[in-house]
């Protein structure tokens, strides 16, 4: 809230008493979990109960489940407010948010004579690294090893701390620091696994490892899932090796396993998707080992799915590195491209789902790919044109950044700068044109490559071309360069063994070229990697003559085997659904002002936005509602209807009405939830503080809630849920 918006000194609402770190983060209460790790980290509280939570918040930071650690040392906090460790678990969770961080660990500091002894030295250690005056950062991390070290040292049987300081060092092996050793790292944390053969630092294990010598951590690979399986990350991570390992198949039935598990979470908890740590990155990575499998319906599918999440403007929104928009759309360009789906490709690109973004990174991807399809349809004048229009906004560009640098000339001219300062005047002034234009030139030297071979022209360079190395054989051939081809096509499977599409595209070429027994080699090899591929991608479809000519079935793959060393599995069903599923909407029954009844079922069949809001004293909640209520036509032209439900009694709903700032009353109903039982439902309420949250829902036809944003202050941009409410009831299909 704005600075004179409230009474000074006056909390305004929503906010949380503790703080602004307390603000953001979960604010329902914790329950206990079955599955998130064996730990005991002892602590000291006055609330009974507090060492069970504690140490399923410690197991879920073992995970990486911050989201979920966090809630839990919340939990624990509003027992018992001096349970300093507490605040030192919120601490932990938020790690790599060093101002929310600093916040909790200056909370634990103020009740650190609560704590045990060890308790003290974890608290002092974070406190050290979080508030630290140390500029350089290495230093700051060298020095948290170090304390972690000093732990260690006075409490060698203390596994928690040998598990947290190996999570370290490996971490802060990413960031400045190298590990020296990696077997004095694995012997550490054979340490903590000799004493509990089943703790949840497998985990770290098969981090260690994962880009070193992937085979060591098969064993951690096979367990990690049954040290924590209520946690998705858990199940994630043998993936890694698994995949360093060219094993694909069971990498990717760990992530499929990872995304029922976290898709499971969100239904029962009323999350969205991209408020999950990993979660993105475990979808992601299934579809890359889904592209390698061979099986492009799974890998759009799920591609599809991560474009038809909700979008968020912070959580996930289209400009917003590594969310569910941005992978989404690249991987799902990248798959159409890998198979050779160019009628696709063409019908996607036409639907907008690639426009929104930033126009580098989301507009010429997909021109880039627009173009490869109409080459490869053999369309000269369609991909003639795309090359005309790139070329015109590059000069359109060019003519900027020449305006832009004159003008800085101009102005150090006259400032009597000398040559060198002005040059450097002039430099920066066309600097932030110099990537756009950069990259619309390879661009349009790639495109142009592309028509040369259409045009036969009599010189044709493929050196602009940034295409795969199998494709590239395709291409040398094209052009007549059989040797060339060759040789790329062999460099190709030598660089991504076990892959489906390189070696399918082996077998064309081979053939091709006439080296029939090479090809029914690479055939052979193909078939014993061919359980999931999908026989109507091209890459696979045109190999139906030749595996006839080699005698193979008409359905010539070969079923996988089980391998004896991924441990046991459950049924991936019974983990929980393969999609994200829009959670049901909690039923509710509220009188407006003059008495009468409405309920969520007077909206069945129709897409309903509801505003929770903290009553007519809340001044943000007010241009909340002044912000929402002139696009009132505009959500019933999108067929959507609007109400406001509020934490005042029926007798003050009118209140809230005198404040809109236009004559009349709001165009939509104003609901009275005095006993705040919606607030609760709908979770936009602080468990841990007793107090009522902004929240702001779409709830479709069907009852199911597409998109929330529950928060210290009310959501007030309605031209965003105008148009994620039409996009999102149109992936949704309920429009």
Sequence with gaps: MAEGDHTPGELPAGHSHEGEA?????????????GTGDVVFPIQSTWPEAQAFFNQGVGQLHGFWYFEAERTFRHIAAHDPKCAMAYWGMAMANWENPKRAIEFIAKAMEHKDQANAVGIMWIEAQNRFH?????????????????????????????????????RIWQFSRLGIPINSYESVDAL??????????????????????????????DSAALLARTAPAIAHMWHMPGHIYSRLQRYDDSAWCQQASSRVDHRWMLEHRILPDQIHNYVHNQEWLIRNLQMLGNDTQALALSRGLLANPRH????????????????????????????????????????DFDDGPADDNHLKPQRLLGIAYFERGEIDPLKNICESLTKKMDALKSEKGAAEDLARTK?????????????????????WNESIRKRKELIAELDAHLAILEKREKISLDAIHRTKHVMAKLQLRIGKKEEALTLSQQSIDETPN????????????????????????????????????????????????????????????????????????????????????????????????????????????????????????????????????????F???????????SDPSSDLKESQKAYTKEGKFPFPILADPALTAFKTYRAYDDFENKPLHGTFLIDGNGRVLWQDIAAEPFSNPDFLIKESVRLLEKHHLR
């Excluded at 054979?190 to 060591?216: C, F, G, N, T």
């Design 22 to 34: 307390f603000n953001e983060g979960p604010r329902q209460v914790a329950f206990p979990i079955t």
């Design 131 to 167: 508030s630290s005056s140390e500029k350089d950062d290495v230093k700051k991390r060298r020095q948290l090893i170090r304390d972690l070290e000093s732990i260690v040292h006075a409490y060698p049987n203390d596994i928690e701390v040998k598990a947290f300081l190996a999570c």
């Design 189 to 218: 944390l054979q340490q903590v696994l000799a004493k509990s053969p089943m703790h949840p630092a497998h985990h770290y294990r098969i981090h260690l490892w994962d880009e070193e010598k992937a085979a060591r951590a098969l």
């Design 313 to 352: 403007p912070i959580l996930n929104a289209p400009d917003k590195a590594k969310s569910s928009v941005s992978f989404g759309r690249l991987r799902h360009l990248e798959t159409l491209e890998q198979f050779e789906l160019w009628d696709q490709a063409i019908a996607d690109i036409a639907t907008g």
């Design 412 to 432: 150090a001219k006259e400032e009597k700068k000398d040559r060198k300062a002005t040059d450097q005047e002039v430099a920066n002034a066309g600097k932030k």
């Design 499 to 634: 892959q489906t599409l390189p070696l399918a595209a082996r077998v064309a070429l081979l053939h091709e070229c006439g080296e029939t027994a090479k090809a029914r080699e690479a055939f052979t090899k193909l078939q014993s990697i061919s359980a999931t591929i999908d026989f109507n991608a091209p890459p696979f479809s045109r190999l139906s003559a030749i595996a006839s000519e080699f005698g193979a079935p008409s359905d010539w793959r070969i079923k996988a085997i089980t391998r004896d060393d991924v441990g046991p599995r459950p049924t991936l069903d019974s983990l929980g659904p393969l999609d994200w599923t829009p959670p049901p909407a909690p039923s509710f029954s509220l009188p407006d002002a003059d008495g009468k009844t409405i309920a969520l079922s007077d909206f069945k069949g129709k897409p309903v936005v509801v505003l929770f809001y903290l009553g007519h004293g809340c001044l943000h909640c007010i241009q909340q509602l002044n912000a929402f209520a002139p696009k009132r036509a505009a």
């Design 636 to 646: 019933l032209e999108a067929g959507i209807e609007m109400i406001a439900i509020s």
